[in-house]
Every structure is written in C-alpha cells, then in structure tokens.
C-alpha cells in the first residue's frame, strides 16, 4: 500500500522529520519560507495531511476551493487561531494542535518578560554592550522588585496554571485571575489564587497582569485603551498568548503616555513586522515569539502532530481534536 503524502509546511527538528518519513511520503520545506495562501489552497488537493504552523495563515480563502485531498491538519502548535476551524470542519478536515508540552516553556518565557521588564534587563544589557556602562552607582538603571507583587493571569489554562506555579511558589506573589468561565476551587487553591469577576477588577488590583487567553476574534483587542485606563500606576503587561489578544496602537501610547509602566512581548500584531511606536516606546522587552523554543519542547510538539496524524491516518479519534 502507497504511503500517505503529507506535507510539513516550515523546517522542524531534524529528528521529528526523520521518524514521520519512516512512516509517511513526506514533503519536507527545507527553505523554511512561509508558505503563501495560494500555496496552502493548492496543497490541500495534493496531500493526505498538512502539518502547518502559526506563521500559516489558514484563512477561509485556503478552503475556497473544490478540490481537497487532505483529511487532516495536525498543528505544531497550541494556538490555532491561524486557521479557520469551521472552513477546516465543512470541508471535511479535522484539525489538531499540540497543547500540554509546551505550558513549562511559555510559563518560562512569560516570566523572564516579568523579570526582564521589572528590573530593566533590557536596557542594561544593551547599555553594556554599547561599550556605554560607567559602572556602579546607587541611582544606576532602578527597576521594581518582582517578588511579593500581585500578579493577575487572564486565562487560566495549562500556560496560565504554570506561570502561576512560578510566580506564587518562585516569588512568593499574591495570584489573581480572570477567566471566561469559573476556574475550580481545588485549581485555584493550589496557587492560593482569588478569580476575580472582571478585567477592570484585575487591572485595578494587580502590579503585574500576565495573559494566557486564546487568540483569534473572540479575544481580539481584549487589552484595549478602556482597560489599560483602568491600571494600578506601574502595571507590567506580559504578552506571550497572541499578539491580536492587544490593541497594540493603544499599548504603544499607554507605554508612552506613563498609563502603564512596561511591557514585556513575545508576541505581536503583525508579527514580525513592529509598528515604530512599539519599537521605540519606553521600558518594552520584546522577543521574536520564543515561547515554546527549546530543544525539549520543540521535538516533543513534533512528536505530538504526529501522535494525531497516526491516529487520524489509522481511523482512529486523535488525542488532541480543536473544536
Ligand atoms: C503555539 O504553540 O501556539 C506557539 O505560539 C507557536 O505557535
């Protein structure tokens, strides 16, 4: 029996490549461009299954068309508002991503941004490698203490549930979260964490806010000018969910203006194109999307699309389905 055709969109660990052709007629991207929408559309009439990625824009516009071979669409990912599930769904396809083995790692990420911001890493690292450094002095570069902060977490999922574990248990922070739906009390109570009922709520108590929320419209913009309005003075915004989940205009003017008092990004708008007010607003840390960059947890994503696409090519229900 042939092989089923499946295509892997951008470059991945060597060793994952590897183990999905010993089973798979596999199209490699050994260039590592970005596929274009017209290439997406016209793969999905020549192969069983596309393993795509977030930099994948999988808008209704790849799903415009009548002929579709493909039965599956295993993400590498966790965040899948690059695709349009329902489109994906009425053409037949089933979709999955790779949640679980990537919370540790963004959690990571999440929380160098909160140190970095607080204790302005950024702009010390920069300053020595200018050559610019003058050396010790007691007024020098003075950030915020991290530890003892009330730190806010909108979504409270398995990335949200890490950070949490890291701020509370690593510097003793007061956790308070904001969550579409009630979280469980035996969840919360294992960070000693108090939901609270609103954003505004949140904005107005916590020093440091952290968002774990999906992506895509339904959260579009959920950090806009009249929420940011309400912030306790200082406030650092994290951002390692979705760049949409930010009005990034607003942020780069509340940055400006002193509304809040830093942000750390991993995550952007139009990633990885930064509007100039972004770039040059004062006491940002920003990171080319490096939540999930590890060794470890880059090979593990791998392995979990491919856990979903053998379960998918076998006919049977994969682990992780996006509904
Ligand atoms: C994720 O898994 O969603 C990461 O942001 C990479 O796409």
Redesign the pocket.
């Given at each position: 029996m042939s092989k089923a055709k499946i295509l892997i969109t951008r470059k991945w660990p060597a060793s994952v490549e590897a183990e999905l052709m010993k089973h798979y007629d596999v199209q490699c991207n050994d260039s590592d461009v970005a596929m274009t929408v017209d290439e997406l559309r016209a793969a999905l009439g020549e192969y069983d299954a596309i393993l795509p990625?977030?930099t994948d824009n999988m808008g209704a516009a790849v799903f415009d068309t009548d002929t579709i071979r493909t039965k599956a669409i295993c993400n590498y990912?966790?965040?899948f508002s690059h695709i349009d599930i329902p489109a994906a769904q009425a053409a037949g396809i089933t979709v999955t991503n790779?949640p679980d083995v990537?919370s540790e790692c963004t959690a990571d990420i999440a929380m160098t941004l909160m140190l970095m911001v607080a204790r302005r890493a950024g702009e010390g690292e920069r300053e020595v490698r200018a050559g610019a450094w003058s050396g010790w002095r007691p007024t020098h570069l003075i950030g915020k203490k991290a530890s003892n902060k009330k730190v806010g977490i909108v979504g409270f999922g398995r990335i949200g549930q890490e950070f949490a574990r890291r701020a509370h248990f690593g510097f003793n922070c007061e956790i308070f979260v904001q969550n579409r739906s009630q979280v469980a009390q035996d969840k919360l109570d294992q960070v000693n964490a108090t939901q609270v009922p609103d954003l505004e709520t949140l904005f107005q108590t916590c020093d440091v806010i952290s968002l774990h929320c999906p992506g895509g419209d339904a959260n579009r913009h959920l950090i806009n000018a009249d929420i940011m309005a309400h912030s306790k003075p200082g406030l650092i915004l994290i951002n390692t969910a979705r760049g949409e989940v930010v009005d990034e205009v607003a942020l780069a003017q509340t940055l400006h203006d002193g509304t809040i008092g830093g942000a750390g990004l991993d995550?952007f708008e139009g990633e990885p194109n930064i509007m100039s007010d972004t770039l040059n607003a004062p006491n940002i840390v920003m990171l080319p999307?490096l939540?999930?960059a590890t060794d470890e947890t880059r090979v593990e994503?791998g392995m979990r699309a491919m856990e979903n696409l053998n379960a998918i090519m076998s006919g049977k229900a994969p682990r992780d389905p996006v509904t």
């Open positions: 990625t977030v990912g966790v965040g790779t990537l995550v999307h939540g999930s994503m």
